[in-house]
Protein backbone atom coordinates (compact mmCIF):
# COMPACT_ATOMS: atom_id res chain seq x y z
CA UNK A 1 0.00 0.00 0.00
CA UNK A 2 1.56 3.21 -0.88
CA UNK A 3 2.23 5.75 2.04
CA UNK A 4 2.87 9.63 1.85
CA UNK A 5 3.95 10.78 5.37
CA UNK A 6 4.10 14.77 5.26
CA UNK A 7 6.52 16.60 7.50
CA UNK A 8 8.40 20.15 8.28
CA UNK A 9 5.28 22.24 9.00
CA UNK A 10 4.71 24.90 11.72
CA UNK A 11 4.84 28.67 13.10
CA UNK A 12 6.75 30.66 10.90
CA UNK A 13 7.54 34.34 10.85
CA UNK A 14 6.76 35.94 7.72
CA UNK A 15 9.64 36.51 5.38
CA UNK A 16 11.44 33.00 7.02
CA UNK A 17 12.30 30.10 5.53
CA UNK A 18 10.43 26.31 5.74
CA UNK A 19 11.30 23.07 4.23
CA UNK A 20 8.72 20.33 3.38
CA UNK A 21 9.41 16.71 3.46
CA UNK A 22 7.23 13.82 2.25
CA UNK A 23 8.40 10.27 2.62
CA UNK A 24 6.71 7.85 0.97
CA UNK A 25 6.46 4.08 1.12
CA UNK A 26 5.36 0.97 -0.49
CA UNK A 27 6.47 1.57 -3.86
CA UNK A 28 8.94 2.45 -6.48
CA UNK A 29 9.39 5.92 -5.84
CA UNK A 30 11.02 7.01 -8.67
CA UNK A 31 7.77 5.47 -11.26
CA UNK A 32 6.18 8.41 -9.74
CA UNK A 33 6.01 12.16 -10.72
CA UNK A 34 5.65 14.07 -7.33
CA UNK A 35 3.21 17.22 -6.38
CA UNK A 36 2.64 19.26 -3.39
CA UNK A 37 -0.78 21.02 -3.22
CA UNK A 38 -1.81 23.32 -0.24
CA UNK A 39 -5.46 24.43 1.56
CA UNK A 40 -5.96 27.25 3.14
CA UNK A 41 -9.30 27.85 5.54
CA UNK A 42 -12.21 28.26 3.37
CA UNK A 43 -10.35 27.74 -0.02
CA UNK A 44 -10.49 24.99 -2.71
CA UNK A 45 -6.73 23.08 -2.37
CA UNK A 46 -4.77 24.71 -4.61
CA UNK A 47 -1.24 23.58 -6.77
CA UNK A 48 1.91 24.86 -6.08
CA UNK A 49 4.75 22.72 -7.11
CA UNK A 50 5.18 19.40 -9.54
CA UNK A 51 8.73 17.56 -10.63
CA UNK A 52 9.06 14.64 -12.83
CA UNK A 53 10.04 11.22 -11.99
CA UNK A 54 14.01 11.76 -12.41
CA UNK A 55 14.05 15.09 -11.27
CA UNK A 56 14.35 16.79 -14.17
CA UNK A 57 11.34 18.52 -14.71
CA UNK A 58 9.45 21.10 -12.84
CA UNK A 59 6.42 23.61 -12.68
CA UNK A 60 5.46 25.98 -10.45
CA UNK A 61 2.06 28.04 -9.49
CA UNK A 62 2.74 31.61 -10.73
CA UNK A 63 1.93 32.58 -6.42
CA UNK A 64 5.35 30.48 -5.37
CA UNK A 65 7.93 30.49 -8.27
CA UNK A 66 10.88 32.11 -7.48
CA UNK A 67 10.48 31.58 -3.45
CA UNK A 68 9.71 27.58 -3.06
CA UNK A 69 11.50 24.79 -4.16
CA UNK A 70 10.59 20.90 -5.11
CA UNK A 71 13.21 18.56 -5.40
CA UNK A 72 13.46 14.76 -4.73
CA UNK A 73 15.42 11.96 -3.58
CA UNK A 74 14.82 8.80 -4.73
CA UNK A 75 17.48 7.28 -3.07
CA UNK A 76 15.62 8.24 0.38
CA UNK A 77 12.00 8.09 -1.31
CA UNK A 78 11.33 11.34 -0.62
CA UNK A 79 10.00 14.53 -1.84
CA UNK A 80 11.14 18.23 -0.12
CA UNK A 81 9.36 21.53 -0.74
CA UNK A 82 11.91 24.14 0.03
CA UNK A 83 10.03 27.29 1.03
CA UNK A 84 11.30 30.84 1.55
CA UNK A 85 10.06 34.79 2.07
CA UNK A 86 7.20 33.19 3.26
CA UNK A 87 3.98 35.56 3.60
CA UNK A 88 0.84 35.22 5.69
CA UNK A 89 -1.25 34.16 2.59
CA UNK A 90 0.90 30.93 2.33
CA UNK A 91 -0.44 29.56 5.37
CA UNK A 92 -2.35 26.63 4.92
CA UNK A 93 -2.28 22.44 4.79
CA UNK A 94 0.21 21.68 2.90
CA UNK A 95 -0.30 18.18 0.93
CA UNK A 96 2.15 15.98 -1.67
CA UNK A 97 0.77 13.72 -3.75
CA UNK A 98 1.87 10.88 -6.04
CA UNK A 99 1.11 10.59 -9.71
CA UNK A 100 1.86 7.38 -12.43
CA UNK A 101 3.24 9.25 -14.81
CA UNK A 102 6.41 10.67 -16.05
CA UNK A 103 5.22 14.26 -15.30
CA UNK A 104 3.42 15.64 -13.07
CA UNK A 105 0.06 17.89 -13.15
CA UNK A 106 -1.50 20.69 -11.96
CA UNK A 107 -4.60 19.08 -11.67
CA UNK A 108 -5.30 17.34 -8.11
CA UNK A 109 -7.36 15.03 -10.17
CA UNK A 110 -4.95 13.29 -12.10
CA UNK A 111 -2.91 12.18 -8.86
CA UNK A 112 -3.43 9.05 -7.30
CA UNK A 113 -2.46 8.98 -3.96
CA UNK A 114 -2.11 11.83 -1.39
CA UNK A 115 -0.86 12.23 2.11
CA UNK A 116 -2.66 14.07 5.21
CA UNK A 117 -1.05 17.29 4.83
CA UNK A 118 1.18 19.31 7.63
CA UNK A 119 0.00 22.78 8.97
CA UNK A 120 2.38 26.05 7.83
CA UNK A 121 1.32 29.00 9.49
CA UNK A 122 2.74 32.03 8.47
CA UNK A 123 2.61 35.24 11.19
CA UNK A 124 2.94 38.57 10.17
Known amino acids: QVQLVESGGGLVQAGGSLRLSCATS????????MGWFRQAPGWEREFIAT????????YYADAVKGRFTISRDNTKNTVYLQMSSLKPEDTAVYYC?????????????????WGQGTQVTVSS
Open 51 to 58: ISRSGGFT
Open 97 to 113: AARTWTFGSSRESEYDY
Open 26 to 33: GHTFSSYS
